[in-house]
Nanobody, 113 residues
Framework: QVQLVESGGGLVQAGGSLRLSCAASGIRFSINVMAWYRQAPGKQRELVASITKDSRQNYADAVKGRFTISRDNAKNTVYLEMNSLKPEDTAVYYC???????WGQGMQVTVSS
């Protein structure tokens, strides 16, 4: 049974930082592309960042230079370090596993101005 357990979301002021984590079980974590998506109210779900099994990273233009995705294959965990947060980063953030695919339950990130 695949489980994705997300943590780290919450409320932060503009300019602040948050670190999201997604711990996976029930999958061969090391061979999967992992990613973070987000969905703001009234908008479509969009890719924020992805990371391949050999740690090649890809970012949405809106977050380049501010967000960093990383993975720890020994801990079956993917991270999203979010710095210089803006109100427009407010959304529900989802962890994603490519071989399934599988989605986390989502967690709210709110950036106040």
């Amino acid at each position: 049974q695949v489980q994705l357990v997300e943590s780290g979301g919450g409320l932060v002021q503009a300019g602040g930082s948050l670190r999201l984590s997604c711990a996976a079980s029930g999958i061969r974590f090391s061979i999967n592309v992992m990613a973070w998506y987000r969905q703001a109210p009234g908008k479509q779900r969009e890719l924020v960042a992805s990371i391949t099994k050999d740690s090649r990273q890809n970012y949405a233009d809106a977050v380049k230079g501010r967000f960093t995705i990383s993975r720890d294959n020994a801990k079956n965990t993917v991270y999203l370090e979010m710095n210089s947060l803006k109100p427009e980063d407010t959304a529900v953030y989802y962890c994603y596993v490519s071989l399934g695919p599988y989605w986390g339950q989502g967690m709210q990130v709110t950036v106040s101005s």
